[in-house]
């Protein structure tokens, strides 16, 4: 099962939609009672964006990264999601000159489980991952961001700073994540 962590983005709800959509087995619960679910239950995790910065979010969302890790689970950050997993992996994140909103083409760079060519990618954040530790590896990028889609090694560790649940090239990223074991 699919453990889905809302940390308040305003696409969350299309998110869930897409997943009931696409037949996936999952649980959603909200960034703050994340540590009262059993973590056991679950073989993969999607981390979805944010609307405002918040401490304890942080907090919880690095704990269910190394978690993830340590177990050997899959997991996809979005947006905020993708930039807490560089930030908790070493990388960093800065502001971008403009906000970026809406369809953006995205490159692959590298071979991957989750999509190949140009993709049409819904952007919206005014933060972008700068830097990401050598462990990582750069699947995708677009003229504005050079880290769209990258992965932790070879684990089943990916963050998109994109949201795929907004565009149909999008969730097909996300049907190929939640089959990945």
Excluded at 54 to 63: F, G
Excluded at 122 to 139: A, G, P, W
């Amino acid at each position: 099962m699919l453990l889905v962590v809302d940390n308040g983005s305003v696409y969350t709800s299309s998110l869930l939609e897409c997943m009931k959509n696409l037949g996936v087995d999952f649980e959603h619960h909200v960034f703050s009672k994340v540590s009262q679910t059993n973590l056991d239950n679950y073989s993969s995790i999607i981390l979805s964006g944010r609307r405002k910065n918040d401490i304890q979010m942080n907090v919880i969302n690095s704990k269910l990264i190394l978690h993830s890790l340590d177990k050997g689970k899959s997991l996809l950050g979005i947006c905020y999601g993708a930039e807490i997993l560089a930030l908790t992996l070493g990388g960093t994140i800065k502001k971008m000159t403009s906000p970026r909103h809406g369809l953006h083409q995205v490159q692959t760079v590298t071979s991957n489980p989750l999509c190949n060519g140009k993709i049409a990618a819904f952007e919206s954040h005014s933060y972008m991952v700068s830097k990401l530790d050598s462990s990582f590896t750069q699947i995708a990028s677009s003229d504005d961001c050079k880290f769209e889609i990258f992965q932790y090694g070879r684990k089943n560790v990916f963050g998109t700073q994109f949201h795929p649940e907004m565009s149909v090239d999008g969730r097909s990223l996300l049907e190929k994540f939640s089959t990945i074991k």
